[in-house]
């Protein structure tokens, strides 16, 4: 991977110019400590606010918490993840959809202040691990999750999201405006080849801009989300709501840090394969930010927070990997949840352009998963690898779901499990009778 000469860091910023500044080189990346210049790094910014606020709306929305309020600490929770990191580690906290349906077992009642603290409780839970792996170190993260592993989880966390993409976790999607969908879609793939330098790196946004002007042109805006626009104030606080604890509620939640300790590790593997830098080091610094974050946003009414996939898709297509991009949104996303109008703005955004842009985020995501069993030349000769990754995206693509009472785990949380239990489990069997692939071939499926 070649990488472009960049200016000095100045004393007074912690990023460094990618090259001119104006323009990426084929084969280079823009690295955590870089940035391009400021007007394209706030190009970047908004993109990633793009690609998080469909999902970072919809679990409010689903749950019944306020969304201005989600959307007011997943933004904070990203600056403090970001300091919490030291830069070093580009990622957006949005709402965990692993949360929903917890949440909503702990709210039957109507009250979110029981949800709130079990949130709370899950991101204190997940920053004492991350407290622990920074004092123990990473080695044992490798162990537990070698490249197999992470590539499985990484996948299945995709394919997990792809009927999102289709019907908007019950809102639309591409299923219900198809049309919109399509031109979105064709507009990122057309974007990302027609145009040249920093426009092609922006198909995103480009795509999401033409579907909902598409959408405007053809009156299929919510007549609902353009009133509400019109009647938002420009400026206001979010509603704040305060926890309180229940063991049911704690005992309800708490299960989400192991999916949460999954995603987290998960991107900052995904990361560490597309800058071709080491991160493990961070690891604990991730889980003890997404703690935190977690910690204030149930302190406070908001959803609980993980790193988001979505954005590693951004990355994925711009491969601009600048913490300072990440600056620009958390900061954009606090204003915005100040801002009922701009949180109305974001509410008229077509469920058609949601589904069309998610699609290829979300199929990004998944191929990540292939990339990092490829760079890591995993080998699928070996059929405890084979079984490993067979089994656990099937899961989670096809969202496998365990209820016991009140507890509910699903794709993403038994797929992990199983990937875990799976590798480990095949691989102590195979050692202890002797049937390791240094001694037997297990047999390859016919395709």
């Not at 701009?342 to 191929?367: H, K, Q």
Request: net charge positive.
């Amino acid at each position: 991977m070649t990488q472009s000469p960049t200016e000095p860091r100045s004393r007074w910023s912690p990023w460094r110019v990618h090259g001119d500044g104006r323009s990426i080189r084929p084969g280079d990346v823009v690295h955590p400590d870089e940035r391009l210049s400021w007007p394209r790094t706030v190009g970047v910014g908004v993109q990633h606010v793009v690609a998080m606020f469909g999902a970072t709306f919809t679990v409010p929305l689903i749950t019944g918490f306020p969304p201005a309020t989600t959307l007011f600490f997943s933004g904070l929770g990203t600056l403090l993840f970001l300091l919490i990191t030291g830069n070093r580690l580009p990622s957006y906290l949005g709402s965990s959809f692993a949360f929903i349906a917890p949440v909503l077992a702990a709210k039957a009642g109507g009250d979110i202040g029981p949800a709130l603290g079990g949130i709370l409780v899950a991101g204190a839970a997940l920053a004492l691990v991350g407290v622990v792996v920074q004092l123990a170190g990473a080695r044992w993260i490798d162990a537990l999750m070698p490249p197999v592993v992470t590539g499985a989880i990484v996948a299945l966390i995709g394919l997990n999201l792809a009927p999102v993409a289709w019907d908007g976790g019950g809102n639309g999607g591409v299923r219900a405006q198809p049309l919109i969908a399509v031109v979105t879609l064709v507009a990122i793939l057309l974007a990302t080849v027609l145009f040249r330098g920093f426009l092609a790196r922006l198909s995103i946004l480009l795509g999401v801009v033409v579907g909902w002007v598409l959408a405007a042109l053809l009156g299929q805006l919510d007549p609902k989300a353009v009133t509400g626009l019109k009647e938002a104030d420009w400026f206001g606080l979010p509603v704040f709501h305060t926890p309180s604890f229940s063991f049911r509620a704690v005992v309800l939640v708490i299960p989400v840090v192991l999916v949460l300790i999954a995603e987290n590790a998960g991107h900052v593997k995904a990361v560490a394969a597309m800058t071709g830098r080491n991160l493990d080091k961070d690891m604990g610094r991730a889980f003890l930010g997404d703690g935190i974050a977690t910690v204030l946003a149930g302190s406070g009414g908001g959803s609980g927070t993980t790193t988001y996939a979505e954005n590693i898709g951004v990355m994925a297509a711009t491969r601009v990997y600048s913490t300072a991009a990440y600056w620009v949104a958390g900061v954009a996303a606090v204003l915005l949840g100040l801002s009922p109008k701009f949180g109305a703005l974001i509410l008229t955004v077509p469920a058609g352009v949601l589904g069309g842009a998610t699609t290829a985020l979300y199929g990004l995501i998944a191929v990540l998963g292939a990339r990092i069993w490829i760079e890591n030349r995993v080998d699928f000769h070996d059929p405890v690898n084979l079984m490993t990754a067979a089994v656990a995206v099937i899961i989670g693509a096809a969202n496998y779901t365990l209820t016991a009472g009140d507890l509910s785990f699903n794709g993403i949380a038994l797929g992990t499990g199983a990937a875990l239990v799976i590798y480990h489990g095949m691989r102590l069997i195979a050692r202890l009778r002797g049937t390791t692939p240094e001694t037997r071939r297990g047999p390859e499926p016919e395709l």
